[in-house]
């Protein structure tokens, strides 16, 4: 054509037909490589975030369910020993393993809103993940981790106090005992005594007298072992852990009451016996034990009082014992006087003796309770008083003490508590103001730097909480704050601050990728919000309907739209959740104007690279497209059987088709 003077018209035509084919052709194939490319990309990134899932959810779900029995166990040996072991060994867990999995909890909820996020982008169907790997079971296990976690706190601290109480009953029993053993191992001497044939007739009625006295002592010493018997019965319905040795001690004392009983009862037949002969008693030993016994008594139980153990929770109960003892210290002139005239009553005794060389006559034989006793009695009880005075003293530091404690923890409990609840407020209002995406998200991001800054803060009051219990206060009246529910309130804080950000970086993309305005984007902001009458940021179906209706959607009202709304609440809830968030709304009122990517898209480009040709080859993969991608094609595709196919054809009808089908993850 060169050559000609005048080319023929339909020779340049032709030549000019061909051009424009061999150029069209090569851009078309340029143009579906990259189409390609870009499809697989994205594929291989949501294949890495499904992996990543699944693994984060089977680590978090194995945890939770190696975790929860022991929670759930509330079987205890009874020792106080093993009770603080499991209280440091949940201190531990809440300070150092549960953060620790919260953080990968929330990673999970971002990785998965993320994930669907992409996909709905993508145009590809929701991810759903494993059975029982769903965010819901993940979060109902969770939840029943947190209640296992609470139920286990209250039983530890509750199971503290009933082993205190068990101690300190126990101690009181032994002690009760010691007295009762200490005396009834005098009595039985006494009473083991029954040889009257040698006894003139004054020391038979000193006798008779000493065996009434025994009956006296011995009716004071019945409410003592009716004690003893009911701290055994008490401690044998909380479950003390030595409680066969209470009860072989109880039978034991039981037992021998029940032998002097009957050991007093034969001693006072004999005397009766014996009284017939013998009449003369001695006034001044009859004076003696009738002032002596009383004040006897009265010793035994001042020092069971001295020596009796107490336990207070605050500083009104221990200055009300001290005052009680106050009192007690000012009744003892009046006491001290009593005893002089008893004392007064065996001198007069001992002059007489001397005077009429009486040496039979200076022991009273109506009672085995001597003057020395009663000095020894009275000089124990008057050393007891300023030792149960420092006891005193001594508990009310420590009452006042555990009030700091309480009011230390009360005032930093009460500024954190503030401070959660002011953050957990601005946290759920920032989507709800004006202004940009990017504003919001540096917001969020502002508070959630704050909210690491502030970290320390929990960990003193962590601190001050485990000095107050370690002290035994288990209650605080200076503020409406438990530990508990600052911890509840911080995780909640946690894990609300990582999720709004999460979903308003997904809003950021999902505005991006489909070219939504800055008004727009308010617009649709401003009627979620509108409905979202509890500011939990989703909807309920009833909610979503009338949102949809306000932005100029028309439902009707019957079967038809009943139906059409069904058919948007399977677009919109894919997991059948019963709810929708702002995510799942937005992408709703966009999808419809985004370049989305469809198999049949794909599968023109395929077709433009094989040259309309039903099967593809890896010679003309490497060429077109780039290495990785060629060679990921090559690995996934089926081969081609049909009529025509060379060796090593490729189907790509089947690849473009399965690639946006149902996940096989």
């Known amino acids: ?12 035509m032709a030549y000019v037909s061909s051009y424009y084919h061999a150029f069209s052709g090569a851009q078309q194939a340029e143009t579906a490589a990259n189409r390609i490319c870009k499809v697989l990309k994205s594929h291989a990134e949501n294949e890495r975030l499904m992996e990543e899932y699944e693994k984060l959810a089977s680590d978090l779900l194995k945890w939770i369910e190696a975790t929860h029995p022991w929670l759930e166990n509330r079987t205890s040996d009874g020792t106080m020993a093993k009770t603080q072991q499991n209280i440091d060994k949940f201190r531990d867990y809440r300070r150092s393993q549960k953060p620790e999995k919260l953080e990968e909890k929330a990673k999970l909820e971002t990785t998965f809103n993320s994930l669907q996020t992409r996909l709905r982008l993508s145009n590809r169907p929701a991810y759903l993940p494993s059975e029982g790997k769903l965010v819901t079971d993940i979060v109902n296990a969770w939840k029943g981790l947190e209640n296992a ?14 082993l205190a109480r068990l101690d300190h009953l126990a101690k009181k029993f032994r002690h009760k005992c010691d007295l009762h053993e200490l005396w009834s191992s005098d009595i039985t001497k006494a009473l083991k005594d ?52 209470i009860n072989d001690r109880c039978q034991k004392i039981c037992g021998h009451w029940d032998l002097l009983r009957d050991m007093e009862a034969q001693r006072k037949t004999a005397l009766e016996e014996t009284e017939r002969v013998l009449e003369k008693i001695d006034q001044l030993h009859l004076e003696f034990i009738r002032k002596a016994l009383p004040f006897n008594n009265w010793l035994d139980s001042t020092q069971d009082d001295l020596l009796d153990l107490f336990i207070v929770h605050s500083t009104d109960e221990i200055q009300s014992l001290i005052g009680a003892h106050e009192t ?53 009880v008057k050393q007891l008083v300023p030792e149960r005075d420092a006891r005193l003293q001594s508990e009310l530091e420590r009452q006042q003490n555990h009030e700091q404690l309480r009011q230390q923890f009360a005032l930093k409990a009460n500024m954190v508590g503030q401070w959660i609840e002011k953050h957990l407020d601005s946290e759920v209002s920032i989507p709800r103001q004006k202004g940009s995406l990017e504003d919001q998200l540096n917001k969020l991001r502002s508070i959630e730097k704050e909210i690491a800054a502030f970290k320390p803060n929990i960990e003193e009051l962590d601190r001050y909480n485990q000095a107050a219990q370690e002290a035994m206060i288990f209650d605080n009246p200076h503020t409406p704050y438990t530990m508990e529910t600052l911890r509840v309130g911080w995780e909640q804080l946690l894990t609300s601050i990582v999720r709004s950000i999460n979903e308003t970086e997904n809003q950021i993309l999902t505005r991006d990728s489909k070219g939504i305005s800055g008004q727009q984007l308010e617009d649709y902001r401003k009627s979620f919000f509108h409905f979202d009458k509890a500011g939990k940021r989703r909807l309920d179906a009833n909610e979503f309907r009338a949102c949809l209706i306000s932005v100029g959607y028309k439902i009707m009202d019957n079967k038809q739209g009943e139906a059409d709304f069904q058919r948007i609440m399977l677009i919109v809830d894919p997991n059948n959740l019963s709810y929708v968030t702002f995510d799942a709304f937005l992408d709703f009122m966009t999808r419809e104007n985004a370049d989305v990517e469809t198999s049949e898209q794909l599968l023109y480009w395929f077709k433009i690279l094989a040259n309309d040709r039903p099967f593809i080859t890896a010679d003309i993969l490497h060429r077109e497209m780039p290495q990785e991608y060629a060679q990921s094609c090559i690995q996934r595709m089926q081969r081609y059987h049909g009529p025509g196919a060379p060796p090593g054809a490729l189907d790509y009808n089947t690849f473009s088709t399965s690639l946006y089908g149902e996940s096989d993850l």
């Open 149 to 162: 976690e609470k139920g286990y706190e209250e039983w530890l601290l509750s199971e503290l106090q009933r």
């Open 1 to 12: 054509m060169v050559e000609s003077v005048k080319p023929d018209e339909r020779s340049v």
């Open 194 to 245: 029954n040889n009257f044939s040698q006894c003139r007739l004054d020391e038979v009625r000193a006798l008779k007298k000493q065996n009434e006295a025994f009956e006296s002592e011995m009716a004071a010493h019945q409410d003592r072992v009716e004690d003893i018997s009911a701290l055994a019965k008490e401690l044998n319905n909380l479950g003390y852990h030595d409680i066969k040795s």
């Open 328 to 380: 007690f210290k000012r009744s003892l002139n009046n006491t001290e006087k009593s005893f002089g005239e008893i004392v007064s009553l065996c001198d007069e005794v001992k002059r007489l003796s001397q005077q009429k060389n009486l040496k039979n006559c200076i022991a009273n034989p109506y009672t085995t309770v001597s003057e020395q006793a009663l000095r020894n009695k009275w000089e124990a």
